[in-house]
């Protein structure tokens, strides 16, 4: 480590380095999902299209409220999460 300049940074400082945050990719499964379901409406895994319903009404309504796309996007973060971790669920069981 010392020749990587880390010489003198805490062991969990240095760890941010080496891990990404899952969230970000979370995030990103989740706005691909979104894309897919605006591209191809209701096919796909259930759970998954009402969960994009669910977040696209919420942020349609963030909107209109007067929030931008980022801000809305930011407020459904509850709904952003669970659509990620549905999509990860299909994924995994489509896997094994």
């Not at 605006?38 to 929030?67: F, Q, R, S, T, Y």
Request: proline share 0%.
């Amino acid at each position: 480590m010392d020749d990587a300049g880390f010489k003198h940074m805490d062991f969990l400082q240095c760890c941010k380095f080496a891990e990404g945050d899952s969230r970000i990719l979370m995030t990103k499964m989740a706005r691909d999902r979104l894309k897919l379901f605006a591209k191809e409406g209701d096919a796909g895994d259930a759970e998954e299209v009402e969960l994009c319903k669910a977040l696209a009404g919420g942020m349609e309504a963030n909107v209109k409220a007067g929030m931008t796309k980022g801000a809305a996007w930011d407020a459904e973060f509850k709904t952003v999460y669970a659509l990620a971790d549905k999509v990860m669920e299909r994924i995994m069981r489509e896997g094994v």
